[in-house]
């Protein structure tokens, strides 16, 4: 079973200034790829970035990074110089590779980021 | 290109009534399809997946049942909603294994 935990329900952060999303997984599954997602209040769900479980390197996508630590099994997202568009829910992920049929991608609880001017 | 379309993007509903959510997806073939459900500010949660015409997996015993009549439609339906059924539908599809999930627009089901 794979379970994807985000402990932070909502979060302000001063225009300008780096946030830090938190997130936390857990899979029985040997290879996985985990993505973050932004949804606007509009809804739609905005894919940010991608993370493979055997990537080398941290993934970074203009002003988003991922800070994965596999051994903690965390796969924090870093937006750095926020925006007021930043503001949105955020949602972690995860998809197992090998044992998930489907390739199914399973949620987080999502963290609400509240951009102040 | 490759475009998801789903419809409509509101509904209300009462109690007791049937449902008929579609999702289609134009521009490839034979694409993983899948139905998610997001109640007020929670995470999504999946209901149904398809691999292929008439393949359907289902996640989470409930109310609702889908359908893949044709390749690239898929449909979400229910005989009679229950008030525990409202909320956000979300249809995505995925191009290939490694890639991210493709979303629909959503369909913000209200049933009273």
């Known amino acids: 079973a794979q379970k994807i935990t985000q402990t932070q329900p909502g979060m302000f952060v001063q225009e300008k200034e780096a946030v830090t999303l938190d997130c936390t997984y857990d899979t029985s599954d040997p290879s996985y790829g985990l993505f973050w997602y932004k949804q606007p209040s509009s809804g739609e769900m905005i894919f940010l970035i991608y993370?493979?479980?055997?990537?080398?390197q941290n993934a970074t996508e203009g002003r988003y990074s991922l800070n994965f630590q596999k051994a903690r099994k965390s796969a924090n997202l870093v937006i750095s110089a926020s925006q007021l568009g930043d503001s949105a829910m955020y949602f972690c992920?995860?998809?197992?590779?090998?044992?998930?049929?489907?390739?199914?991608?399973?949620f987080g609880g999502g963290t609400r980021v509240l951009v102040k001017p | 290109s490759q475009t998801i379309h789903q419809w409509p993007a509101t509904l209300v509903q009462p109690v007791g009534s049937p449902l008929s959510l579609e999702c289609t997806v134009e521009g490839t073939s034979n694409p993983n399809l899948y139905w998610y459900r997001q109640a007020a500010g929670r995470g999504l949660q999946l209901l149904f997946y398809?691999?292929?015409?008439?393949?359907i997996s289902s996640e989470v015993p409930q109310n609702l049942s889908a359908s893949r009549p044709q390749d690239r439609q898929f449909i979400l339906s229910s005989k009679k909603l229950l008030l525990s059924d409202s909320g956000f539908y979300l249809c995505?599809?995925?191009?290939?294994?490694?890639?991210?999930?493709?979303f629909g627009n959503g369909t913000r089901l209200t049933v009273t």
């Open positions: 993370q493979g479980s055997y990537d080398q």
């Open positions: 992920a995860m998809r197992g590779y090998i044992k998930a049929a489907g390739n199914k991608l399973t």
């Open positions: 995505a599809w995925k191009p290939t294994v490694n890639s991210p999930l493709h």
């Open positions: 398809s691999v292929g015409i008439g393949q």
